[in-house]
Structures are given as C-alpha cells and as structure tokens.
C-alpha cells in the first residue's frame, strides 16, 4: 500500500541522524517542507548554513506546528520534555516518532504526553557513526540498514504505512518490534558492546604516560576497534544506560560470570576450557557473514593480531 | 647499514603469517631459496600447490639444514618443540626468528634450547586477520604494520640489521623491544581486546535459539564488531592466554574494576560517572587518528548504534 507524500516534516535536534534524515529527505524529494529546530544555536546556525531545512526553530513548538510527520532526533533524556514542549502545538492526525536507542521509555512517555488526535510509533533506525552534530549526516546514512518501529502505541494502518514508507524511500529495512523485545535485543547487540569498549579504552586511559603511548601506537592489534566504538556521543550514551537498566544490567550479568570462567581457565592453565570456548565463539561469525551483516571492509586486512 | 640477501630461508609452520611471508619473499626477490615445513599434511599440500616456496619438507630439521634464516611460524605451544627439533641440525651463523604474539616464553626457551652458534632474535608481526592457513596469507599483509624484534638475546649488529632489513623488505616497520615490555603492551592493546571480544560473543552464543537469531540479525549496531575478532583461530590464542598470563591477568583485573564501578553507576542511575567517564574515552581515539593508526574503513558508515 502506497500512501500520499508528507507534506511537512519537523525535526526536533539536528545531530546525526536528523540531520542525515534532511539530505535524504531533500534528495529524494520526500516532503515539500522541513522544520528543523535544535536549543543548541550552533548546531541551528550550521543546519541554516548547510541548508538542510526550509525554516530554522528555536523552539521547538514553533516547528511542529504545521508538521505531517514529528521526527524527535534528541538524546533519550530529552524525549520527556520535547513531547510536553510539542503536545499542545500538534495537528490533528500527525504521526510522531523518533530515533532514539531505547524504545520503552519513549512509549511510556508517549503514552503520558501525547494528545489522543496523533499517532505515536516510536522508532530506532540502526545506523550512525562515531560523529555527531549536524555537519556529520549524510544522505546514506540509513541506506539497507535496519529501522525498527514500535507497534506498542498506535495500530492504524494508514499511519503505519506512512511512516513505514517513509523510511523504505530514505533506504531502510523496516522491522515492526514490540519496544520490550527491542530493549533487550539491543541490549546485547549494542548496549553491551558499547559498555565494554567504554571500559576498555577508560582502562587505558588511566595507564601511565609512557605505557599509554605504546598502547596507542600499538593499537592496530584489536584495541582500536574498541576506540572507535569508544568515541561515540557521551550524551547520547549516558542516556541509554540510564533507560535500558534493567536490560543491559541483566546481559552484563551474564557476560560477568563467562568473563569470570575464562579468567578462572587462564589462571589454572586449563587450556582445554580455552580451546572449546574460541571455537564455539566462530559459528556466530559464520551466521552474520552468511547473513550478509557483514561489511566488505571486515574481510580486508587489519593489524590483528 | 645494508646486508647481502638472504640465500635460503625456512618457514617452519605455513599459516596465514608465514605464507604471507613466502609471498612477499618471492614477490620481492628476498631470497633463493625457500624451504617449507609443516606437520599438517594438508598444509603442506596447499603450499605446494600454490606454489610458495622450493621444497616441502614433513621434518622440520629436513627444512633447516641449509637455512640462513629460520621462521618459525606455528602456534606458541609449539615452540619449544619446534627449537629442540631443529636445534642440532642448524648451520653456524644462522638467524632464527618466529613470528609469536608472546615474547617472553619464546626467548626463555631459545635460551634453553638453541646453540651458541646461531643468532636467535625473537619477533612479532602485528597483523593479521580472522583467517588462518596458507591459502589465507598475502604479500601486502605487513605492509605499514609494525614488527617488534626483541633485543634480549642476540647483540650482534650483524644479524640484527639482517632481520631487520628482511622485514623492512616485507614492508614493516621494525621495533626493537624488551620482550617483557612488548608483552605487557600487547596484552592490553590486543590479548585482552580478544578475550573480551571473545568472552561477549560467547554469551550471545549461550543465548535461547530466537534471540540468538535476533542478535544476528541486529549485529550492525556494535556487537559484529566483536564477532570478526572472536572468529580469530583458536590453538593460537589459546596459546596466547597460556603464555601471557600474567601480564593478561594483570590488566583484566584493572578492566573488572572497572566494569564493575560503570556498573555501579548504571544501577544506582549516576548519570554524571557514565558521562564523565564516556567523555574521557574520546581523547585516546583522537591520538590514534593523528598518528594515522587508525584504517581508512574506520571512518565510513557503520550500523552503529
């Protein structure tokens, strides 16, 4: 089912992925209008300055009020105060959504803040980079990867499928998840990750002066893959541990006590509990190569180990 | 200070470091001779097959008789067996080196096991990638990679500048190190890095059939980051862990703490540490750009997060 084009769109926070969302939204002619709105006026200033939108807000019940679609781009710890900023100024009918890493507490927050006379679909499209700010978008930002959209909150079709195929025309696989479900898996597949890569690289970071300049010039041997992931937004990040608690705790619980059980192995010398443990680890790799979730750049040479 | 080439090398193990190796031998005219060994008929087969060096040989001490240079390239548990092996049969003068991610085992038993006629001169090549075997290797692997030669036994400038133009050769870049430091570094830039990689893909493998599907499939958001260094061969890291115990010990045990304190703070909602903490992680990150260290692939798109 194909639905009618939207006619305006209002972006709440310019960072990465809205600002991505507006190159894409512009190149492929999605809407006759966007709206951007950021409280950070260097970020508003740069979006006017690239031209990424048709009006520049201040605040952020000025954007919306004329808006089809509400794209919430903010740090999860904002989410609360930007529905209440906007709920008064909605239209009737208008879909809002937004990008953020955890979903549960954008429902509940939806479910407190929002006027009957909207459609909530919270949304999570996984893409970025370790950039942030309105400068760092780009266009194919969002290219075959996936977006998942939350059927907790709104079961009309109509503004299902509009915001659906919004995001099918800017390149995305769109997944409809209940938001529980999404928390925990991403709470594996992301949360986690990027917990473990924050402590290692904070580990090296408290190294003596002359040992850490070793590790940094060494750090092609797998340390700087983590360094990367490391660098990602401080804000955005704080936020999501501070929603996804109960999830990541839960994993982190878990990845605890096999951390524990190999260091056990190295200290004992057991090196058959070693053995069995790296092999089992390579079928996951073999799943998401076959998957294709790999990318090309994976198989090219690195500094490993 | 140049040296005259190397007439006849032996490659003792043909896995992805020494096949490399023959091929940039052979590419760059590094030598005439090119001896092969490997225990593993299946190995030594496919080297032949493709052709990467002169002779093939099932004993190593058959390899070694004529060598200038020896390379012992198979997993660290092997070592020592490797340099009893060959011991009696090697010529006066030669160099024998091994390509080995842990040095301090490696130059305790040179010192045991080989005579005082040979120059022993300990190394470590750091590159590589999750494939092993000789049809994996290839002649740019060490290209702009650097390799640590370790300065604890041989003084003799002969065969130090030897060695090193031969990687040089390679296209390393050659490091001179104690080989306690060099495995004090290496644990934190690389040995760690893979236990952790390899501890958290091993609790996704744990994980009840569906989610272990979801998480496949959601991998892009961090987490297949983690899988293409936990795809790493087993025996060698198993190997790695046996070897470098203490070092690896050591700096896990400075990891949990601090796993635990971020820990800690998820759980009692201390926005400010998670903040604070993930602030700190980018500086290491912006010293690896500006020393190039990082790979050109590190700065396009990834599914993160």
């Known amino acids: 089912m194909t639905t009618p084009p ?6 709440i926070g310019i960072g990465l992925i809205n600002s991505s969302l507006a190159r894409a939204v512009r190149l492929k002619n999605l809407s006759a209008h966007i709206a951007v709105a950021d409280i950070n006026p260097d970020h508003l200033a740069m ?6 939108g048709h009006k520049y807000c201040r605040r952020n019940a000025e954007a919306v009020a004329e808006a089809d679609l509400v794209i919430i781009g903010t740090p999860l710890g904002a989410t609360a105060q930007v529905l209440q900023e906007i709920s008064p100024h909605l239209k009737q009918g208008c879909i809002v959504t937004d990008v953020g890493s955890v979903k549960r507490c ?8 929002l006027p009957a006379h909207v459609f909530a679909i919270p949304g999570h499209p996984i893409a970025g980079t370790e950039h942030s700010g309105p400068a760092a978008g780009f266009a194919e930002l969002f290219q075959d990867r996936f977006c998942v959209l939350v059927n907790d909150l709104c079961a009309d079709e109509y503004a299902r499928n509009t915001l ?3 995001w099918r025309a800017c390149g995305a696989i769109v997944e409809w998840m209940e938001a529980a479900h999404h928390d925990q898996v991403l709470a594996i597949t992301s949360h986690l990750p990027h917990l473990i ?3 290692i690289v904070g580990t090296a970071t408290d190294l003596a002066k ?3 300049q070793e590790v940094i010039r060494y750090s092609a041997s797998g340390f700087r893959d983590f360094t990367r992931i490391a660098a990602s937004d401080p804000t955005m990040w704080r936020d999501v541990f501070m929603t996804n608690r109960d999830a990541v705790l839960d994993i982190l619980q878990r990845f605890n006590e ?3 059980h190999l260091q056990r192995a190295i200290r004992a010398g057991d090196a ?5 443990w790296f092999t089992r680890t390579r079928d996951i790799r073999r799943n998401i190569v076959s998957l294709k979730q790999h990318v090309p750049e994976d198989q090219k040479k690195t500094g490993q180990p």
């Not at 954008?106 to 803040?113: H, I, K, L, P, T």
């Open 106 to 113: 954008v429902v509940r927050d939806c479910a407190q803040f």
């Open 210 to 212: 002359d040992l850490k």
């Open 258 to 260: 096999d951390l524990t």
């Open 6 to 11: 939207i006619n305006n769109i209002a972006l």
């Open 197 to 199: 890569a924050y402590t």
């Open 164 to 166: 659906e195929n919004f």
């Open 272 to 276: 058959a509990t070693l053995f069995d």
């Open 47 to 52: 979006a006017q300055q690239i031209g990424l």
